[in-house]
């Protein structure tokens, strides 16, 4: 007598048949599809064993039901950010939420890096030194006169010297940048010259 061969759930007779395996017990693929498969976050069906399964973040969709939640284009294979639960191609997630940097005027695309201060916002390479035109980055920086310096140039543009050993003369206080997630990411130097001292010798 032939051993059988059924589906672990209904007992239909699996010879002849496409089956599935879920921890070692074969199913049809009706069976299979009600019990275990996910449920699309788009159109609510399930998400058939011949489909694609796209997920994000335990979420669920059918390929033709992966698209931008305002524009309606696919997001398969590509970048997209998330917004209240919903899913965003990077340009209408640019056009409707991202900043505008400070110095070029464009768009801070989700995913880069930015810097921060007063609420205003650059592109890491647009956020330079007034002077000397080098990206300031995570370094610190004195603003004056709604321009940015790093702290050498500062120096060398602004503060006294001592006529000894040549160095400025300047008193820091230092505060920290932090960025959006409040993480800190440099530091603004709060310089006060010191006045021209008369020395009696």
């Not at 916002?121 to 035109?133: L, M, N």
């Not at 702290?151 to 959006?180: D, S, W």
């Amino acid at each position: 007598m032939t051993e059988r061969f059924d589906c672990h759930y209904c007992k239909e007779s699996l010879f002849g048949k496409k089956y599935l395996l879920r921890e070692e017990n074969p199913y049809c693929v009706k069976c299979y599809e009600n019990l275990y498969s996910n449920s699309c976050e788009e159109c609510k069906k399930p998400i058939g064993c011949d489909g694609k399964d796209l997920s994000y973040k335990d979420r669920h969709w059918h390929e033709a039901c992966f698209h931008c939640f305002q524009c309606k284009r696919s997001l398969v294979d590509k970048p997209f950010a998330a917004k209240d639960e919903h899913l965003i191609c990077t340009e209408c997630y640019s056009n409707e939420y991202s900043s505008k940097c400070h110095e070029c005027k464009k768009t801070i695309m989700p995913g880069t890096r930015k810097m921060e201060y007063k609420g205003n916002s650059w592109h890491e390479t647009c956020f330079i030194c007034a002077r000397c035109q080098q990206p300031i980055g995570t370094k610190s920086f004195i603003p004056k006169e709604n321009q940015n310096f790093c702290v050498p140039c500062y120096e060398k543009q602004f503060a006294m010297h001592c006529i000894q050993c040549k160095k400025g003369l300047v008193e820091q206080n230092t505060y920290l940048l932090r960025n959006a997630s409040g993480t800190a990411i440099a530091s603004i130097v709060r310089n006060v010259l010191y006045p021209w001292w008369v020395v009696a010798f």
